[in-house]
């Protein structure tokens, strides 16, 4: 694979083709956005800042098979935009300030990914060796209550704020609530409970969701796996986007929409994997060492694969 990038800081931009390179590809970095053209036809991947964007966009859109990569240290409302205008579009790493890369295990990763597909990796890969967890099956509502309880106490036990663990159990609720009553569906393809999200649950073998906690003493890692696969791209990036224009959780396409905006506040960065038809698994990633001023004001990643 060969990419284009454009970053107008020296420093960063040796740092990214190290990191490209690391990753098996072939990079070429410019500072002005008018060099990127004449890279652009011999180029799988064109990576850019958001406040890059138009360029990004026009470039994906001109090129058959062209993918984008953005990054940025913005809030992710104004990214949003291009993923949700752009298929070949589909992940914003967030970076601290416009003097650093984004974080280098969640670059690579993304790198490696883009550049070889692939399933999608194990949580392992988004934390440290030596890193401890759980994981559950759920399959009552009663379950869920549980597994929820079970990641507020296992957080309780790392010594963190106290709010750290209320809001991975909402979060954990949440992606639950989704991949429980909006993701399973009969033979005909029609949803069997996403009607009354409310209803008391016991789901079939065949239809119970997995949830995985982990850590590394650095990095909380959430992960939330159905059977089902539906999940959609625009449910993501649309229902974020509604959600962060108004302030408030987009209901618009049910669970999936509901969940986006307690995601978006809950984590670092998300990373939603599906194989249409098989298997939905969501991920969120939270940073144990940024105190939650800062995690508030950080700027958030979004990943979005899909197979068939």
């Known amino acids: 694979m060969r990419a284009v990038l454009l970053e107008r800081n020296k420093m960063v931009s040796r740092r990214l083709i190290r990191y490209f390179a690391s990753a098996g590809i072939e990079a070429v970095c410019v500072e ?17 800042d958001t406040f890059d964007g138009d360029l990004v966009a026009s470039a994906v859109r001109g090129k058959a098979g062209l993918r984008g990569l953005l990054w940025t240290a913005e809030p992710l409302k104004r990214s949003l935009r291009y993923l949700v205008e752009n298929q070949n579009i589909s992940n914003v790493l967030g970076r601290k300030d416009f003097e650093s890369t984004p974080r280098p295990w969640e670059l690579m990763m993304i790198l490696r990914r883009l550049k070889d597909g692939g399933a999608a990796p194990p949580i392992s890969a988004y934390l440290d060796f030596g890193f401890s967890g759980f994981q559950d099956k ?40 989704n991949a429980m009553y909006d993701a399973p569906v009969g033979p005909d393809g029609v949803p069997k409970y996403a009607q009354d999200r409310k209803a008391v649950l016991s789901l079939l073998d065949a239809e119970q969701p997995t949830i995985r906690l982990a850590t590394d003493g650095t990095k909380l890692a959430l992960q939330v796996i159905d059977p089902f696969g539906r999940l959609l791209r625009k449910h993501v990036f649309d229902g974020l986007a509604r959600g962060l224009a108004q302030g408030e959780m987009d209901q618009s396409h049910g669970g999936a929409g ?51």
């Open 32 to 48: 002005d956005p008018a060099e990127v053209a004449q890279h652009v036809s011999t180029c799988e991947l064109i990576a850019a």
């Open 258 to 308: 509901l969940g986006m905006m307690v995601c978006h506040n809950s984590s670092a960065a998300m990373f939603f994997d599906v194989v249409r038809g098989r298997q939905t698994e969501v991920t969120a990633v939270f940073e144990l060492d940024l105190n939650l001023r800062e995690f508030r004001t950080q700027a958030k990643s979004l990943h979005f694969f899909q197979a068939q």
């Open 138 to 177: 759920v399959p009552t509502t009663a379950g869920r209550d549980a597994a929820v309880a079970h990641v507020q106490n296992f957080i309780a036990g790392l010594q963190v704020p106290k709010r750290i663990g209320e809001m991975f159990g909402e979060l954990a609720h949440e992606m639950l609530m």
